[in-house]
């Protein structure tokens, strides 16, 4: 029952809804005790052949009345105790999605998206269930349980009682045993839920890939492995579960037995009569219930506690990033300055960055390039802080990145990764989804300048296109330039482009990057590329070779250095002339990689 303890924080915030409730339950039993009161009534003057007409309509009448009030008390205490308990699903559901954010990538490298997803969605309804029918099974059976004891020892027979309630300490002890059981077992059952979840998205997501390598069978084959798991688990559950109706029907059955012989003995005798042993019984019979309720809220409490502790768990991994208590609370502006020793990756000895120092003044562009794992993205990413690297190791205005708020940093830096991605909204929902209160003339200026603006306009519905899941619907040239005008709306000091023109021509490549000399005048731009040509107008070039600079430049100095970059822009204009049908082809002689 630890988990109602857990609660508590939540039982006081909504203790006007718990109390409401609570006492309208109370109101409830109490009103359920007249029933069987107007049966003892009714047969013992059937048994002195006292019964009248206007006896039988008045107790008639009453029934009817006790029923309507039921019936509005019924209705009350539902609104009370299952609206606040939606309420807790309501908040635990903004913590977990606020946590999120939060978070660093670290996090999410760490843990699998369907099994996030079940934390916020199976877990979070098995507390919601413990905050609402836990609450109700717990009071509605030790009051009803209560009011019904009380009032058969005191206005009944207590002798009577004590016989009829010489079982219980049995099914007290059982249920007890079953709900251990049954919490270890329900742990597991959620465990595989959520590798089944996770199996779900991660092929939902990647179905392209499983179609083009013709996998659908061995996926499936998995798939119902998965499954297999998650019913042989939930099966598990199912057996403890099972044991509680027939524990308690059996212990509910003998005290039947017991009440019957015992209180025979009673009427024959002239103890009680034949009127009270049937409100006795009828008042036994209203104990199944809160005997049936206490197994059945183990049942409901292992659930929750195991969900409970399964979501605080998550909720109480601290966020690897996060303000300073004296974070400067301003937008940073300035030139980009990188004096980087080294960085690693955390659980990770490999070095990704070393000797990095590089200045980038204010309104200058820096190009990045190198072979793949040569640490680009890093060297980006470390900016936006998606990972710290050493205090004061890079700076932006002459303040080192983690003194400022996160929140400020971040609308300083229009950033377009790698992996785009885009919405499942509109075409101007995804581009306004930086500024949403941007003007369409604002978002159509933005798709001129990253030269998508055509593309849009030959769409079904223009700009009102709605994107498929992760812009399944658009080609990859076509998200790519969405991202970059999505960034360009905010106008950043600082514009980020890591990799981001790879899908794209290399006419429309140049379109875009005038575009961008032309607009962003004053401000810095860090463009990172395997394709040369995207950085040959940089202000400044470095070349990246395991994670440290080997060559810097602008185009013209590195040209002169015949180094890699010489030789990697050499082969790559070859190949462009050959795409393209022109020059000559096949003399080693004349070869820029001879």
């Not at 996060?322 to 940073?332: F, G, H, M, S, T």
């Not at 709306?489 to 379109?511: F, N, Q, R, Y």
């Not at 080997?550 to 015949?562: A, D, K, S």
């Not at 070859?574 to 001879?594: K, N, Q, Y």
Request: charged share 25%; with cysteine; net charge negative.
């Amino acid at each position: 029952m630890s988990i109602f303890k857990d609660l508590w924080w939540f039982f006081k915030l909504e203790k006007k809804s718990y109390s409401l409730g609570i006492l309208t339950l109370v109101m409830l039993a109490l009103l359920h005790l007249f029933a069987p009161y107007a049966v003892r009534v009714v047969v013992d003057k059937i048994e002195a052949g006292t019964l009248t007409v206007e006896d039988l309509l008045l107790w008639t009448t009453l029934s009817l009345v006790v029923g309507l009030a039921t019936y509005c008390f019924g209705f009350l205490w539902r609104i009370m105790l299952f609206g606040a308990s939606n309420r807790l699903g309501k908040l635990l559901r903004n913590r977990l999605y606020e946590h999120f954010t939060r978070m660093s990538p670290r996090f999410f490298h760490q843990r699998r998206t369907g099994d996030l997803m079940a934390h916020a969605t199976n877990d979070i309804q098995a507390i919601v269930a413990t905050a609402g029918e836990g609450v109700l099974t717990l009071a509605d059976s030790i009051i009803t349980g209560g009011i019904v004891v009380f009032t058969m020892a005191f206005f009944i027979d207590w002798k009577l009682t004590v016989i009829a309630l010489l079982p219980m300490p049995l099914m007290a002890w059982a249920t007890s045993k079953y709900g251990s059981m049954l919490h270890k077992r329900f742990h597991k059952a959620q465990e595989a839920f959520s590798h089944t979840n996770d199996k779900v998205q991660e092929n939902i997501s990647g179905v392209r890939v499983i179609k083009a390598f013709g996998q659908e069978e061995y996926e499936k084959k998995e798939f119902k492995k998965l499954l297999d798991d998650v019913v042989e688990k939930n099966i598990a559950v199912a057996r403890i579960d099972a044991l509680f109706d027939p524990t308690i029907i059996l212990v509910v059955g003998v005290s039947f037995f017991l009440t019957v012989a015992y209180g025979s003995f009673g009427v024959v005798s002239g103890e009680i009569t034949i009127g009270e042993l049937t409100q006795f019984t009828i008042y036994l019979g209203h104990l199944i219930w809160p005997m049936l309720a206490f197994g059945w809220l183990f049942n409901i409490v292992e659930r929750g506690r195991a969900s409970y502790d399964r979501v605080e768990a998550l909720l109480h991994i601290p966020p690897d990033i996060a303000d300073r208590p004296d974070a400067v609370d301003q937008v940073p502006s300035g030139e980009v300055e990188y004096r980087l020793k080294s960085f690693s990756y955390p659980e990770s000895d490999k070095m990704v960055l070393k000797d990095i120092f590089v200045r980038v003044k204010q309104g200058e562009t820096l190009g990045i390039v190198g072979k793949t794992g040569s640490g680009k993205t890093t060297f980006l990413r470390l900016l936006l802080r998606e990972f710290d690297a050493e205090p004061g190791s890079i700076r932006i205005g002459g303040i080192p990145v983690t003194d400022y708020k996160l929140l400020r940093l971040r609308q300083a830096i229009g950033y377009v990764p790698q992996d785009h991605v885009l919405f499942s909204a509109t075409v101007a929902e995804n581009i306004a989804f930086g500024k949403p209160e941007a003007t369409q003339e604002e978002i159509e200026e933005v798709a001129r300048l990253a030269c998508i603006h055509e593309d849009i306009l030959h769409f079904e519905h223009g700009y009102e296109t709605l994107v498929g899941e992760r812009g399944v619907t658009l080609s990859g040239g076509q998200k790519q330039r969405i991202s970059i005008a999505r960034a360009l709306l905010l106008d950043p000091e600082i514009l980020i482009l890591d990799d981001s023109l790879s899908a794209v021509d290399a006419k429309t490549e140049h379109l875009i990057l005038e575009a961008l000399r032309k607009n962003r005048k004053q401000k810095t731009t860090l463009i990172s590329a395997h394709r040369l040509s995207a950085v040959e107008q940089a202000d400044q070039i470095i070349v990246l070779e395991n994670g440290r600079v080997i060559e810097r430049g602008t185009h013209q100095e590195l040209m002169q250095q015949n180094g890699w970059y010489k030789e990697m822009y050499e082969r790559q204009q070859l190949e462009s002339l050959v795409a393209e049908g022109g020059g000559t082809v096949g003399h080693p002689t004349t070869s820029p990689l001879s």
